[in-house]
């Protein structure tokens, strides 16, 4: 079974708006990780949290862990065309160091 | 650096044939992972190699499904025989760590599986 579950499962934003999108997993976890899926790249590592980390940033990327309610948020801001693209979140819990990935947010920008 | 280097990039084979593909993790990568991706999902591991060790294959259908990792290098996994629900897009990853979970992966272009 998947741990990580993202929502919403799609979205639709204009260019210059800030994308929020957010993982909800059900065991406690070590690590928690986002990475972007397009066309172009494939899948990219965007950020890796720890379980003992509440918030770290990348350039334009935020992202928060909240271990009491079991979820964590990304959120890009100033998006541009080019963050269109599907975004997973995938944790490694207690006792389990392999990473399981959710089932994405589809995240398309208009220009 | 060189990424994860992954062949073919597509493959077309009617069910009940065998298909394998190859993985090229990057230099000095000791863990590689082979995920399947299946339209409209995330990716889902199939296997995890610690060099050439293998770390879970818990999830492998290993009535038809067999991988290798020859000299910690190179890797091949092989569907024999294949069936429908096997298509998909096979995944290669490499990790320069992985016992201890929590490092970034880098995954490869993927290999994309039509079984017909």
């Known amino acids: 079974s998947q741990q990580g579950e993202e929502d919403p499962q799609a979205l639709s934003i204009q260019e210059g708006e800030n994308a929020t999108m957010n993982c909800s997993y059900k065991?406690?976890?070590?690590?928690l990780q986002w990475y972007r899926q397009n066309s172009g790249r494939g899948l990219v590592h965007l950020i890796l949290?720890?379980?003992?980390?509440r918030e770290k940033h990348s350039g334009r990327l935020r992202v928060t862990l909240d271990t009491s309610k079991k979820s964590s948020s990304l959120l890009i801001t100033a998006s541009r065309a080019a963050d269109t693209a599907s975004y997973f979140c995938?944790?490694?819990?207690?006792?389990?160091?392999?990473?399981?990935f959710g089932r994405g947010t589809s995240l398309i920008v208009h220009p | 650096e060189a990424g994860v280097a992954q062949s073919p990039r597509y493959k077309i084979i009617e069910k009940r044939q065998s298909v394998a593909f190859w993985c090229n993790p990057i230099?000095?990568?000791?863990?590689l992972y082979w995920y399947q991706q299946i339209l409209g999902q995330g990716p889902k591991l199939l296997i995890q190699?610690?060099?050439?060790?293998?770390?879970?294959d818990s999830q492998l259908p290993k009535d038809r499904f067999s991988a290798e990792r020859l000299k910690g290098v190179d890797s091949t996994l092989k569907i024999q025989p294949a069936k429908l629900e096997d298509s998909a897009v096979y995944l290669c990853?490499?990790?320069?760590?992985?016992?201890?979970?929590?490092?970034?992966?880098?995954f490869g272009p993927g290999t994309r599986l039509t079984v017909t």
């Open positions: 995938a944790t490694d819990g207690m006792g389990s160091y392999i990473p399981t």
């Open positions: 190699f610690q060099n050439n060790g293998v770390v879970d």
């Open positions: 990853a490499s990790s320069n760590r992985g016992g201890t979970g929590g490092y970034e992966q880098y």
């Open positions: 949290i720890r379980s003992n980390e």
């Open positions: 230099s000095g990568h000791a863990t």
């Open positions: 065991t406690s976890i070590n690590n």
